[in-house]
């Protein structure tokens, strides 16, 4: 097969894979869009091709919700603190070593799928949140700029919350989408992504949300808890494929 020809089936057959584990667990897509494609890619051409399937799937999920107003004015300064971290953490993906990144996205996949596999829920006190919260939003915004992963640590901070089923996942619509805004405004300005970068990126929307919608329909077919544990356990593996395999 032409090298181009398989690189655009991987890059469909991802972000169709992507979407269906979003559909189902309502997160996850840049996290295993940068976990297969930074198999093939660099981690900064991966991060650029999620940009606009991510934009496009979080906002749709962050307007879905209930209390667009009410998590505004409780996470903003959560989210202008990624916004900031972001900015500093890119300079990795842009100028870094290409080993090096890689193993940062392979460690930052690997931790993620075992606290979530392993890990017990802990709980922060309102009375924290206030701190704890631009805490959270920086050392995110520098995973999410080293990386393109933005799970850690936003998504176990917002779950330790106590927030209604509806409400978590509004605010991590509102966290991935602020976090996939800052990154595409770091790398367009540094000049980390082409034209033909936000060309691919833009076609990767159709086959993510032919994906979500997928994921919709297996959610009401399979338990959403053992397909969860199913998708942990691979990114476990392949975050740890990737965070070893400079090595060697």
Same mark, same amino acid.
């Given at each position: 097969?032409?090298? *181009?020809? =398989?690189?655009?089936?991987?890059?469909?057959?991802? &972000?169709?894979?992507?979407?269906?584990?979003?559909?189902?667990?309502?997160?996850?897509?840049?996290?295993?869009?940068?976990?297969?494609?930074?198999?093939?890619?660099? !981690?900064?051409?991966?991060?650029?091709?999620?940009?606009?399937?991510?934009?496009?799937?979080?906002?749709?999920?962050?307007?879905?919700?209930? *209390?667009?107003?009410?998590?505004? #004015?409780?996470?903003?300064?959560?989210?202008?603190?990624?916004?900031?971290?972001?900015? @500093?953490?890119?300079?990795?993906?842009?100028?870094?070593?290409? $080993?090096?990144?890689?193993?940062?996205?392979?460690?930052?996949?690997?931790?993620?799928?075992?606290?979530? +596999?392993?890990?017990? @829920?802990?709980? /922060? !006190?309102?009375?924290?949140? #206030?701190?704890?919260?631009?805490?959270?939003? &920086?050392?995110?915004?520098?995973?999410?700029?080293?990386?393109?992963?933005?799970?850690? @640590?936003?998504?176990?901070?917002?779950?330790?919350?106590?927030?209604? #089923?509806?409400?978590?996942?509004?605010? +991590?619509?509102?966290?991935?989408?602020?976090?996939?805004?800052?990154?595409?405004?770091?790398?367009?300005?540094?000049?980390?992504?082409?034209?033909?970068?936000?060309?691919?990126?833009? %076609?990767? /929307? /159709?086959?993510? %949300?032919?994906?979500?919608?997928?994921?919709? %329909?297996? $959610?009401?077919?399979?338990?959403?808890? +053992? =397909? #969860?544990?199913?998708?942990? /356990? +691979?990114?476990?593996?392949?975050? %740890?494929?990737?965070?070893?395999? !400079?090595?060697?």
């Amino acid at each position: 097969m032409d090298q *181009n020809l =398989f690189l655009l089936a991987a890059f469909t057959a991802t &972000f169709f894979a992507a979407g269906i584990v979003k559909g189902v667990t309502g997160m996850g897509l840049p996290t295993v869009a940068m976990g297969v494609l930074g198999a093939l890619l660099s !981690p900064l051409a991966a991060a650029s091709l999620l940009l606009a399937p991510s934009f496009v799937t979080n906002l749709w999920q962050l307007l879905a919700g209930p *209390n667009f107003g009410a998590m505004i #004015r409780r996470f903003w300064p959560m989210m202008l603190m990624v916004a900031l971290g972001t900015v @500093p953490g890119s300079a990795l993906l842009i100028e870094g070593d290409t $080993r090096v990144t890689t193993t940062a996205l392979g460690a930052a996949l690997t931790l993620y799928a075992a606290y979530a +596999l392993l890990a017990r @829920p802990f709980r /922060v !006190p309102e009375r924290l949140e #206030r701190v704890a919260s631009p805490v959270a939003g &920086f050392v995110t915004g520098l995973v999410t700029g080293g990386t393109g992963v933005f799970v850690i @640590p936003a998504v176990p901070y917002l779950q330790s919350l106590g927030l209604e #089923r509806d409400d978590l996942v509004q605010a +991590l619509g509102l966290s991935f989408t602020v976090s996939t805004i800052a990154l595409g405004l770091a790398l367009g300005w540094s000049g980390g992504i082409g034209s033909d970068g936000w060309l691919a990126s833009a %076609l990767a /929307v /159709v086959p993510a %949300l032919a994906g979500m919608q997928v994921g919709q %329909l297996v $959610r009401t077919r399979i338990s959403p808890l +053992l =397909f #969860r544990r199913l998708f942990l /356990v +691979l990114l476990l593996l392949l975050g %740890l494929d990737m965070a070893f395999r !400079p090595l060697f």
